[in-house]
């Protein structure tokens, strides 16, 4: 299993933008699907964005698509989620989580995660 250590979070204010970061360690990086995925106070964990590698694809959530880019450095073994034009309701911990095999968007099929960075938007 690969291990996943996610950073970059804080606070910023509506309209600005964050990078976070997801270096992983333990496995052979660039045959998993890097997914992000987000949960805020009392609402279940949500899908975000993902990347495949061979092929190389992206995939995003719809209440994200053109604000935030997903991008993967397999020589650093490093996942990024930029994001712009940030919103209140973009406020959350976000989680970079890992996936043996084909594109899911689903939780339930990503075997290891980060421990969570916090994202919060000001108004």
């Known amino acids: 299993q690969v291990q996943l250590v996610d950073s970059g979070g804080g606070l910023v204010q509506a309209g600005g933008s964050l990078r976070l970061s997801c270096a992983a360690s333990g496995g052979t990086f660039s045959a998993y699907v890097m997914g992000w995925f987000r949960q805020a106070p009392g609402k279940e964990r949500e899908f975000v964005a993902a990347?495949?590698?061979?092929?190389?694809?992206?995939y995003y959530g719809d209440s994200v698509k053109g604000r935030f880019t997903i991008s993967r450095d397999n020589a650093k073994n490093t996942v990024y989620l930029q994001m712009n034009s940030l919103k209140p309701e973009d406020t959350a911990v976000y989680y970079c989580a890992a996936r043996l095999g084909a594109y899911s968007n689903l939780r339930t099929d990503f075997g290891s995660w980060g421990q969570g960075t916090r994202v919060t938007v000001s108004s």
């Open positions: 990347i495949s590698w061979s092929p190389m694809r992206t």
